[in-house]
Each structure stands twice: as structure tokens, then as C-alpha cells.
């Protein structure tokens, strides 16, 4: 068994720095963290806690990419990684910054593990885009999620009129063209800041997290985690005071507090019975640099996720 007891004590080591939008899964004996960048850099653990850098999904950028949205330069947003049909399915988001010009790509791979003769990622192009316009919503943050019967379903947004689901065809990992709904999952009144979905089902209840507020601005961050929850992964999803969050509802997870400034955009980590939170924040004795955190995530009595560390 993996000594993963003191991820919450001492903390992320290694190839931390820079790591923003993180998503990890276990690989056999070891755990693959995937985050925003150029050609969306991996990372490898054996443990949580020791990290080092594992080469990019793509050597060469999709071309599609950049014919697809104006101002692309290579910098691929919030990768998602998930398990279904055979297949490793990586969802990204393509975009430029308070643009609601954004496309959601897939990559499908049948390994993560690159010693292997079938590593190797293969592109099916876009999955979802929004337009300037003509939608409300912006096609960034992808976050796969499998229902009780084993359907993904995908849900995304940023801003402007909040988080969004759509049905996922388990084949292809493309949308669904029975169910073409567009699902609203959380807003906040005025415009203000939520995004970064991550959803899981636990204890008879799918759980959506989100981040409130703003990132990227360093030690000036507000971004803080946010969850709600529901008995359908379509929602509606309510706080723990029964606020609902397509109504602005949401209750805390994690905030900043000392160093550590804008903690966001979660992803979470079900490992041997445990869940773990996993987030970047940006570091105030770094001069501001976003940073890797995983932390031991528990459940309350009455079933709601806390951040252990962050509750002592």
C-alpha cells in the first residue's frame, strides 16, 4: 500500500511550480497528474507527494486548434482525464483569455503508460464550442462524469452564464445526438466569477464543485472551491443550506488563508477508500507562482466534503 498518509503533512515535492488546472489518475503503481499548458504537460508520482515531469500529450498542437480560434498560441486550458469504454479520455479547452470564442477538444489513448506499444494519443477534434453571440456560455473547463448506469455526461463553463452539462456518447466521446440538451448546473447572479466543474458520486449523491471568483492575478487571487449536490447528475444541485447553485448557492470547501492565495480549480481523487482534494493555488512566498496542493479530503456526518488540513 501506498504511503499516502503524509501527502497532508508534508506536502506536494518536486516539479510543482507552474502547475495550474490539475486532474490525477492512478496508473498502476503510480499516479499521472495532467495540467494547463503547452501541449499539455504530464507529470508522474509514486507516492502524491514527489513529482516529476513526463513529457506533453502533444508534441505538435492539433491544427484545428488554431483555425478554430483567433488569437490560439499553443497554450492548451484545464485538461480532464477519465476512464470509459476501453479508453483513456482526455478533454481540453481551447480559448483566449474573457473570450467566449472557446472550443472543448478529445484526445483518446489506450495506455498512459508510454513504455507501452499502443501509447499513443489520438485526436477526435472538437467536442464542444461556444460563439460570440450566439451563446451565453463559454466552451472551457471540460469535467467528465460517470452517472449510476456508467453514461458520461460533460460538464464545462466559465463565467458568463455558468456551468452547463451535455450528454456524452460513450463510442465516440463525442456529444450525444439523442439527448441534445444543454443542462444548466450552477450560476451566480450579476455575472460573477464561477467555473472549473468537477463532479463525483458518493454516498447516493452526485457532487458538483466549482470554483467562485477570480483567478490568474497571483497573490491577488480570490478563487475559492465551492460545492453543491444532488440526487440526479443533472441537478438541480443544492448548498448545505439548501440554496440552489443555479441561484448563486455554494458551500465553501476552501479558501486562501496565509501563502497559500486563490486555492481553485479542483479536481478529486478517489484512491483505496480515501478521497483527496486536488487544486492549484498561487504561493505568496513564491512571489505569487501557482503551485501543486493534494490534500485528504473527508465527509461530514451529514455528507459533505471538507479539506481535512484546511479544518485543524
Known sequence: ??????????GQTGEIRGVHDPCVMRIGDRFVLFATG????????????EWTLAG???EEIPEWCA?????FRGWIWAPDISFFNGRYH??????????NRSCIGLAVNRTLDPASREYRWEDRGKVVESQPGRDD?????PALALDESGEPWLAFGSFWSGIKMRRIEKASGLVSDVDTRLYALASRPGGAGVEAPFLIRHGGWHYLFVSFDVCCRGVDSTY??????????????????G??????????????RGAMRGPGHNAVLEHENRFWLVHHFYDADDRGRSRLRIAPLRWTTDGWPEDEAATR
Open 137 to 141: 456560455w463559454n466552451a472551457i473547463d
Open 1 to 10: 500500500m501506498l504511503a499516502l498518509a503524509a501527502v497532508s503533512v508534508m
Open 38 to 49: 503547452r501541449g499539455i504537460p504530464m507529470r508522474v508520482s509514486p507516492d502524491l507527494k
Open 67 to 71: 483555425r478554430e480560434v483567433p488569437g
Open 56 to 58: 506533453r500529450v502533444f
Open 90 to 99: 482526455l478533454y481540453y479547452s481551447v480559448s483566449t483569455f474573457g473570450k
Open 243 to 256: 440554496r440552489l447553485m443555479l441561484e448563486g448557492g455554494g458551500t465553501e470547501v476552501l479558501s486562501g
Open 224 to 241: 475559492r472551491i465551492m460545492v453543491g449536490r444532488s440526487r440526479k447528475i443533472t441537478g438541480p444541485y443544492v448548498d448545505r443550506d
